[in-house]
């Protein structure tokens, strides 16, 4: 098989949540044990980060594997799901994975996992874990898939547990209460291993509490003495920060949200440098070195790791802005930082997948909008007929067009040099996006 061929096998092969839902996710952690003893457990060979939680995941974990490798480590980063290319889910030092190395995993493993009826998550977890042994890393930032407890990721032990938040997101398989979401994500938690939590409710943090207890874990809340004092959106896009120890900085990576995940950034990092895996400069001493690392990568994130999709300028005039926002959480920051938007016009490319409570999400969209409705190509997209009749029981009418590219493509004729253009409401609207419109 040639690499297109291989990833078609992957995707139609492999029971794949991301483009069938229920059906394709897999719970419990026997396939990923036997996978993982088969292979010589290739993740205790280098050092690991664990990234939970609901939102802020793939921010955070870009961003810190951004740091490490700017202080001059060999960084693996596996992440998901990807937008345009399979590759994108594993990197080191932001090169994705080579489509030989994909090609000959599966040919050398499949008459291996294929007994096993393994999940695509499960097939390319095990992947990026022998792939990031045969590159001898020296550690990898590991973003859980789904929930974290019984997530594939989860037979790590990493040097430090990441908990971004918790949101109403996955219910069917999470729970229906924010502590019980919070249950499964706390998961990740493992004997004596600190755990660095972003975003707390009242209902979640004495879930985080009890569970850091029970595994005798150190446990750090970011929210309780945020590093960061000020975060404002610059006009090019982007953040513009000021914190407590680093003083004024630019962020590469878009959205009001950023603030939050940047907190949970510095904490990550403070108890890193507490395990002497970055320079003591966080600990309050001397700075300039540090200072300089850290400002250099969190302004050159997207180039360094390949993050695409958060608040993220593609065209200046008319303004285009994509972000891979897709549920109310996300919308709750969203919808603030389109109404700090100045326009002329407003027109929105908007499309969202099954599994999200799209009611409460279109509640949030600014009603003065022109809106460009659609569906990804993707099993569990929303018909865009259907997403289009939904918004006009929220007050908001609009087109329908059955491809992201017919809708973006006339949302762009339509608007003028001092409109603005926002593509959003799903990971997949934003992936067809910029594979075809851009």
């Known amino acids: 098989m040639n690499y297109q061929e291989t990833c078609e096998y992957l995707y139609s092969q492999m029971p794949m949540f991301e483009r069938q839902g229920a059906s394709g996710y897999k719970e419990g952690l026997d396939n990923t044990l036997a996978f993982d003893s088969h292979l010589g457990h290739p993740h205790q060979a280098y050092k690991t980060i664990h990234v939970g939680g609901t939102n802020g995941k793939g921010s955070v974990s870009h961003t810190i594997a951004a740091v490490l490798q700017e202080c001059g480590y060999h960084v693996g980063l596996y992440t998901s799901p990807h937008l345009m290319d399979f590759r994108e889910r594993i990197r080191v030092n932001g090169e994705s994975v080579s489509e030989q190395f994909v090609i000959d995993f599966v040919e050398k493993n499949r008459s291996f996992f294929e007994p096993l009826h393994p999940s695509f998550f499960e097939v390319t977890t095990a992947m990026a874990f022998e792939y990031f042994k045969e590159r001898h890393i020296d550690i990898a930032v590991v973003e859980v898939g789904l929930g974290g407890r019984l997530d594939c990721t989860n037979i790590i032990t990493p040097l430090v547990s990441v908990i971004t938040n918790i949101s109403f997101d996955h219910t069917q398989f999470l729970g229906n209460t924010l502590a019980k979401i919070a249950g499964e994500k706390a998961g990740i938690i493992k004997k004596g291993v600190p755990v660095v939590i972003g975003e707390t409710t009242p209902e979640t943090r004495p879930v985080f509490e009890a569970k850091a207890r029970e595994m005798e874990a150190p446990i750090a809340f970011a929210q309780d003495d945020p590093a960061v004092i000020t975060a404002t959106p610059k006009p090019e896009g982007g953040m513009h920060y000021q914190a407590k120890k680093f ?24 108890e890193l440098s507490k395990q002497g895996y970055l320079s003591d400069a966080l600990k309050g001493m001397a700075i300039d070195k540090i200072r300089l690392e850290f400002e250099s990568a969190v302004s050159h994130v997207a180039d360094m790791t390949g993050l695409m999709g958060r608040w993220q300028t593609v065209k200046q005039t008319p303004r285009v802005v994509c972000d891979t926002g897709h549920n109310v959480a996300g919308w709750q920051y969203l919808s603030r930082q389109l109404a700090s938007v100045q326009c002329q016009q407003m027109h929105i490319v908007f499309g969202m997948v099954d599994d999200k409570d799209i009611d409460k999400v279109l509640d949030l969209l600014p009603k003065h909008a022109k809106f460009y409705f659609t569906k990804a190509q993707s099993k569990r997209a929303i018909n865009e007929t259907t997403v289009q009749q939904k918004a006009m029981q929220h007050g908001i009418t609009g087109d329908a067009y059955p491809t992201v590219n017919e809708a973006y493509k006339a949302a762009f004729h339509s608007a003028s040099a001092n409109d603005f253009i926002f593509v959003g409401g799903s990971s997949y609207v934003v992936g067809d996006f910029l594979k075809t419109c851009i």
Do not use: S
Not at 252 to 270: A, P, R, S
């Open 247 to 270: 003083g004024e900085f630019d962020g590469d990576l878009g959205g009001i949200y950023q603030k939050e995940n940047m907190n949970t950034v510095l904490c990550t990092l403070h």
